[in-house]
């Protein structure tokens, strides 16, 4: 059974940093992309960055370019979302979603509250 286990959130004031990771377990498969969203109160769940594994390529919300920076570790079957430089617009509740990419089949871990007080 494919898990994923969100952590790293917590309340940091604007313009601090903050690291969250996602650790898989449970699949075999190397053919996958992973991606964190986010959720604020009201809003929309909306795409912040991803990772395809296997080449490595990422991918950033405008929103969040530049400052965010979306890296895995193959071994370790984990993700990470070094976030710098938050806002608080930032705040939300943040999930990593994978993609199994030869079935599209996809899985999400908990979120993680991030807050960004001003």
């Known amino acids: 059974e494919v898990q994923l286990q969100a952590s790293g959130g917590g309340l940091v004031q604007a313009g601090g940093s903050l690291r969250l990771s996602c650790a898989t377990s449970?699949?075999?498969?190397?053919?996958?992309?992973i991606g964190w969203f986010r959720q604020a109160p009201g809003k929309e769940r909306e795409g912040v960055a991803c990772?395809?594994?296997?080449?490595?390529?990422?991918y950033y919300a405008d929103s969040v370019a530049g400052r965010f920076t979306i890296s895995s570790d193959a071994d370790k079957k984990a993700v990470y979302l070094q976030m710098n430089s938050l806002k608080p617009e930032d705040t939300a509740v943040y999930y990593c979603?994978?993609?199994?990419?030869?079935?599209?089949?996809?899985?999400w871990g908990q979120g993680t509250q991030v807050t960004v007080s001003s």
């Open positions: 990772i395809f594994i296997r080449d490595g390529k990422t």
């Open positions: 979603n994978l993609v199994q990419l030869d079935t599209f089949k996809d899985y």
């Open positions: 449970g699949f075999t498969f190397d053919d996958y992309a």
